[in-house]
């Protein structure tokens, strides 16, 4: 049988899926060829991340799929119900990536803490000739030890989060419709545990306590964070998401940063992507990234090897 993985496998994934029998292709093949692509090579797997899009066209169209694979967590990219409706098996890694996200999260929020974002762009222009200028510029930072981390959507890359910022020494406040308590195992060097439990608290509280905000969401019709939410926040907060794009209102927060109300952000998804706001681009209070959260080559060896044990349990 073939798997195609269209956005791409690691190479333990590959020596997996081959070590179980399957030929494995990793041409990238554009949307608009890939159902002649998987009809004229008899794909059986089809693997994506967040590039490819399996719609009901592409599922009608090609009878020799029997896998859809997302590496990763969300499935918006795929019509999940539907193809399951047409006896297709959709699978996924929601464990694979959390860590790698929450890590991401958290090297924005102590770059913005500290202004490394805009202090790595001047110092290799002005350092020599500006330095006590910018010395004073950026010597007014804040610790993440201490203060409030509010998560909202509290699944595994929430979790995850929390557990990062229990670590730094924050407090950690939650929120999340479907869930009342959550336990936090940390794990540490040496094989020592200690666990935490949060109860979590409604939205509005977290707005309005957190110093640290960060959403762990899937996307929705609606906006989780726009001007309303923004008015219930702290004055000097900073936000990120590393969720979904669309789920934070990009205009209302280019307003709350200009208001004050936002000190700084952070962006690993965009409303617009791949082509963010040039207003995000060029705004010196945001961090950016291009939708690299579970981008680490640890994250994508397990997710790799887990989409390859899926696959192996579900046609061998």
Not at 303 to 312: D, K, R, Y
């Amino acid at each position: 049988m073939k798997v195609l993985a269209n956005d791409g496998i690691s190479k333990s994934g590959i020596e997996a899926l081959e070590k179980a029998g399957f030929e494995v292709i990793t041409t990238t093949v554009a949307q608009e060829q890939l159902i002649n692509y998987i009809n004229e090579n008899e794909i059986s797997v089809l693997l994506v991340r967040s590039a490819t899009t399996v719609r009901q066209d592409l599922i009608d169209a090609c009878s020799s799929i029997k896998i859809i694979g997302r590496g990763g967590v969300g499935m918006d990219n795929i019509d999940v119900e539907y193809a399951k409706g047409k006896g297709i098996s959709v699978i996924n890694t929601p464990a694979a990536s959390s860590h790698s996200v929450a890590e991401l999260v958290f090297a924005h929020f102590y770059g913005l803490a500290r202004f490394l974002h805009n202090s790595n762009r001047e110092m290799p222009l002005d350092g020599d000739t500006k330095f006590k200028a910018l010395k004073k510029a950026y010597g007014k930072g804040v610790e993440l030890k201490g203060k409030t981390l509010g998560v909202l959507g509290f699944g595994r890359i929430g979790q995850a989060t929390a557990k990062v910022a229990l670590g730094a020494g924050m407090k950690v406040i939650a929120f999340d419709p479907f869930m009342e308590k959550a336990n936090l195992e940390l794990e540490f060097f040496d094989g020592q545990k200690v666990n935490f439990e949060i109860n979590t608290i409604s939205k509005e509280d977290v707005l309005k306590q957190a110093d640290f905000i960060t959403l762990h969401v899937p996307a929705q019709k609606d906006y989780v964070i726009g001007a309303p939410e923004f008015e219930l926040m702290k004055d000097g907060v900073f936000i990120a998401n590393a969720a979904r794009g669309g789920v934070v209102d990009e205009v209302a927060l280019v307003n709350a940063i200009e208001s004050g109300k936002v000190a700084g952000a952070a962006l690993d998804v965009f409303e617009k992507e791949p082509t963010p706001e040039i207003q995000l681009l060029m705004n010196a209070s945001l961090s950016l990234t291009p939708h690299t959260g579970a981008a680490t080559n640890e994250a994508q060896d397990r997710i790799g090897v887990e989409l390859a044990e899926q696959i192996s349990s579900i046609l061998k």
